[in-house]
């Protein structure tokens, strides 16, 4: 009860009405807005010089990344995955995930400064698939197609000299269970006779 009281008695002062903002006021501030958006942060350099970044494109069969590193590979410029641009997990390798992931590449890219890149494919590799996944073409063809020049083009995946045993067993994941239906049908037919 004393709560209550101390509110019913305890006087609400009014904030001042704030003053109508001129037109000329509002259009400067949208124009400070407008120019902080698209700041430059690259070097300067000249119109037609070429700066380059190093483009890691790694594509499994379940997801695409894309990671944009300067030339020594220390400093990350951009990293967007395919996952990020869909929501179902079973799109995150598709080719327009990855589509989709180096069209923001591009944008971020423009904004530091890159417009040329080296790229560095990679799969899966070891003791998986060697060939990258269903992304990584679309990905670099969606570079290229938003401005980026392409400079040199890697394959990357690690390819061991003596890997270590593949999964499946000795004869292989389809003819293990085939050798399996074989015994069986061995082993009725010898409990019929």
Do not use: W
């Not at 009281?5 to 400070?32: L, N, S, V, Y």
């Not at 690259?42 to 119109?47: A, D, R, S």
């Amino acid at each position: 009860m004393g709560f209550l009281k101390f509110m019913a008695e305890k006087k609400i002062e009014k904030k001042p009405d704030k003053k109508p903002e001129k037109k000329e006021d509002k259009e400067e501030k949208e124009e400070e807005v407008k120019a902080e958006k698209f700041e430059y942060l690259g070097p300067k350099v000249k119109q037609d010089e070429l700066v380059f970044g190093v483009c890691h494109i790694y594509a499994t069969f379940n997801n695409t990344f894309i990671h944009v590193t300067d030339l020594s590979g220390r400093e990350t410029y951009v990293r967007i995955t395919g996952g990020m641009k869909v929501k179902s997990d079973r799109e995150e390798s598709s080719p327009y995930a990855a589509m989709q992931a180096a069209v923001d590449v591009a944008a971020k890219l423009r904004i530091v400064g890159v417009n040329a890149l080296h790229m560095k494919l990679k799969g899966q590799g070891g003791a998986g698939s060697r060939t990258p996944g269903p992304g990584a073409q679309a990905a670099l063809r969606a570079l290229a197609r938003n401005g980026l020049k392409i400079g040199r083009i890697e394959d990357v995946t690690p390819i061991p000299t003596d890997s270590t045993r593949m999964k499946g067993g000795r004869r292989g994941r389809r003819l293990q269970a085939l050798t399996n239906i074989v015994i069986l049908t061995q082993h009725l037919s010898l409990i019929h006779i």
